[in-house]
């Protein structure tokens, strides 16, 4: 923590007003004190190292220079964490955030070889039998050789059986023929692939004895090691710019021909034999899904990480900046003071614990369900994965959208890069695009929905996520009341009044003699409406459950706002979906109008410890990277001296003013 | 047009399902026939010039390259335009936006002399008197000075009362001494002013006689003609990077008893005499508001362009696009076959026709206030302020948020820059900030919301948008019903529902003791809830009207299909507000599901038209910028050939390999 000298005073005033102990809720927030002091420990290790990491904005760079700093850095943050990053064994290892937390001060965007670490690898442990890896793991671990990850093509996204690059087993010789039939086919996006991997994991379309068995994983050399050019038959390049992530250095692949030994087929799942024939490890089918439900889980925190950066930024900013004049011959108030910012931030805080709080829960979820499977029991493995799409579906969008609202409500000055406000939000939009498309998850989970919805109107026994659409079956019209417990309750009637309308319009339009999938498809706009629904309701059930159960043994100060906030988590979203209320339950004008009332009345409660609050997030100066979100709420100060080491203002004339004003101005052009 | 050769087979296909006349709505769009012609001779002249306007992607420059060429190419673009632009002769010239459109072609972003001709020569036009006039537009005109305009401070943004810069006469060398007395007086974001322009308007606080009399604006020189050096005592520079406008050139500027001449001060609204003494002319004091409202009123129409560029975009993208396979052994359906995509999309395009059209009536109704004014009647400007302040807030943030759906609706793909959709959301997110805050913007609307509220209920004449409130007052809760006109007064209803409610919670605080000021304040949240609901009815009214009005002599084909767009509009913002309507109107379950058919059904019917509207929004190539949005649809094509031009691609390994990446494979760091 940076020392409380130079503190901006309207900042310190804040501070001071602060009536709960601030480390406990980061305690809280990290897992417990264990974990947050093995965080500071790392970050101290890579953050005091006293490297000095970017010296002008590499925004300000050429593209060629930006790649070219990233591979620095990259180097650099490696060398640091090396000892940390040997100690990862398992899938589990990498939940722990703490070192992509402390990537963060170096990487504004992200390394070129995150995904060698964040994909290349979970999925040599996930995909490959273990004399696999024995071989790849200690290669990768040890960064002897640089990995990707290559699935979707320039043609092909979301719908992974659409996939045409093609691996075609030739017994004669052992080896695997890989090609890209058609431009659609190209491989296109994976990070790193374009100028730094030199081992990729490619997923083709497996062809053995003239049979297609669909899409599996390889593992494919394509640079040579030495000089690190592409291998005959690899064309590798960059995609070009992209709105974020431009030091990912996300690329492109083809294959005319390119030969690799049978080994590198990643055979946990199934095998081809030297013969050519095909065999199905016996698993169950959706074990496959295992590395990429991983990343989903990984993403909700990862997400409400990136909101609460967001959001320590504007509520820090918020509480130096004055604006306005409402009362004459008083000061302009600090822009906190207002109604509608503290209506746009409170939220946000908000929204970044519930998010956190349920994707550690998710983590915990995916971890039972994990040591499941390894005693061969698979049951929770559809929940998992209905509860993993709509999760990561709703929290990459709402992520996305608050940090947006934290940007505007910064104003003008939470548009300069500086603020890191930008980059934040340009990151984050990726997450709702990446590893599955916003509207096709949701729609994964409307199918689950609708299928528990007509397990419930059967009276067969319902997984825990869904259990409430046995009582929705049977009942009447949700009776409201406004405590925490009826407002949750009332959440999950909205979903399952949705679902079952959707079953209905499906019903309906099969009766009129549609098939099923033409039913489903005209009812799309709805189910989709339905899941965020239900995935509305869990994130408030588990936000509201787990903080109580957190904040057990917690001081009463700490057990009051955290209670606070989430309440107005509940209340917000009640007033959000005022319309379903109205349409679900019996709620009425003066249920409302009371809700709208302690909806302000919170707000209020709250302001005196909003800067606690985003305190209690605990991110350092390097971290948050903003001259807008510093401990110290030097806004000003540090905008200037940002903008002063800008390359346009290290000379008072720039070339361009010989080359082409001046003439412009004689007129001779 | 481009020919259509080579087109993508669906996207040809689509062309022709289409079954109205694309041009008789390109016709109605521009507002007639000659203003397309018009249009399209300045398109020709200066995009078959055959200039090479970008031979790589300007975003892969440095910062300091980009500007160069930014500059340069506003030199170019200024040769071809030279002609057009001497015909301007007052402000309504800069009405016509064919030729900003045609600078899209140039500029991805901004050029660095935008505001030059953006706000410099509007405020002479607006603020100088006649003999000022004279002296400073032939200047500014012919491009014998350059100039930027100095606004917003450090520290002050839309509360231009607090801006801090100093004017402070000196009688006896008949001059103005310029200061910036703090870090927060630093003017901070002009266009154009960081290495550009040579001339700048300054608002700064007048002082004269030992008393303060307010910003007023100045014409400053900053930098000398022939060196372009900064003069002593100005500090000028760039202000670093931003989201976007980066070839804008924003700059800051600082003052050190920096002197300029009395007759710098533009005095058409107040003077200051030799001696000192300060006279304010006779004149409506919400006259100097006449460059701020006429800046609004352009951006309405300006955003809608872009937000039309954007649908263009993601149309011609969904029905080149194929994905997942509903039903076993179908090939991949175009994604603009998915209901869910429609839902996204189709809205886009009625926004777009919406806020255009709303924005040419907005542009008609300055006109009529600005001759009025002319002729000493200064009434109907308080309704012009309220109008344009809640239209540029409303515009702005939905041309906005469609944007973002129209790109999150192409994927992945919409993620590339090349794309184009990244950077219009860069651009139309800025415009919901500058030129008054969102926020601020609807609570000014708001405080005339509410005054109109009481002239209602005082049995007071209304102005026109505001007339619907005469009723409210009278009447008993609103009779749904879902013709356009029943639904159009029932958004009314809503609105003044909500102004009704604001009404009585401020009286509530008041009658509690608080001053009017603190009631307001408590009350915000609601407020700006309030002025959005009347926005959003007035849209629809003016939306539904003009379209009546302007397809009145249409071919048959073409007045049904706007009529469906315009429909589909009502109907989604009924459903959208569905909330609202069970609260103010006697709307029921019925109801709303008849609606929820009734979009769903529209959507189907827009379905074969959709390339045919965005082809009649007609942008050429060269102004769409994007390799998802060209005419030909060869999507994969331009992708490929885009991300072929990227410097990273230039040479097969990059030098970062042998400096970086290979000494860490070989653990030798």
Redesign the interface.
Known sequence: MVANVDVNPDLKKERLKCNFNIEEVTFILDGGKDKTLQRRKIEDIVLNSGVSIDPI?E???????R??NA??K??LF??LIKNELLEISGLEGFGNSALKRTSDAFFKEVSPFMLHLGMFVPTIIGQCTAEQQSKWLPLAL?????GAYAQ?E??????I??LETTATYDPDKEEFVLNSPT??S?K??AGGL???ANHCIVIAQLYTKGQCHGTHPFIVQIRD?E????LPGVKV????????FNTA?NG?LRFNNYRIPRENMMMKNAKVLKDGTYVKVARHAKLTYGTMVFVRVTMVAEVANNLAKAVTIAVRFSAV???????PDEP?PQIID???QQ?KLFICISTAHALHITGLWLWRTFETVLSNMKSGNTDSLPELHALSSCLKAVSTSDAAAYI?QCR?AC??H?????SNL?LLY?YV??T???EG????LL?QTARFLVKAWEQAENGNPLTPTVSYLAAAVAKQRMTWNDSAEGMICSFEAIAAGKISACNENIRRHMKSGMCF?DA???T???L?AAAVSHCRAMICRTYWSEIKRLTATSSNSVKIVMEQLASLYLIYWALE???????YTNIN?TD?NRL?QRY?ELLALLRNNAVGLVDAFDFRDEILHSTLGAYDGQI??R??A????????DM??????Q???????R?K?
């Open positions: 904005p925004e300000c760079l050429s593209l060629k220079e790649y070219d591979v620095r990259s180097v490696g060398k040890n960064l002897k050789i640089i979707t320039l043609g092909h996204g979301t719908f059986r659409g431009l659609t190209s296109w996006w374009g100028n730094t090691l000089t690190h050019e592409p390049g960059d995609i070009g710019l992209r709105m974020g250095d492109f900046r004055r604006q306005s004049q409402p009362k302009e207002y109604l509608t209506h947006e505007y104003g003008g939470g548009y300069m890069l500086s930008p340009s939009s990726a709702r695009i990446y498309d916003y509207t096709v729609l999938e489903w498809q005209l799309t706009v709805r989709v979906m005022s319309g379903d209320l109205l349409r004008e409302l709208q302000e000003y100060e905008l200037m940002e903008a002063e080491k800008s390359p346009l203002n008072p004339v720039q070339s361009s003013f080359k082409y004003i001046k003439p412009l101005m007129g052009l």
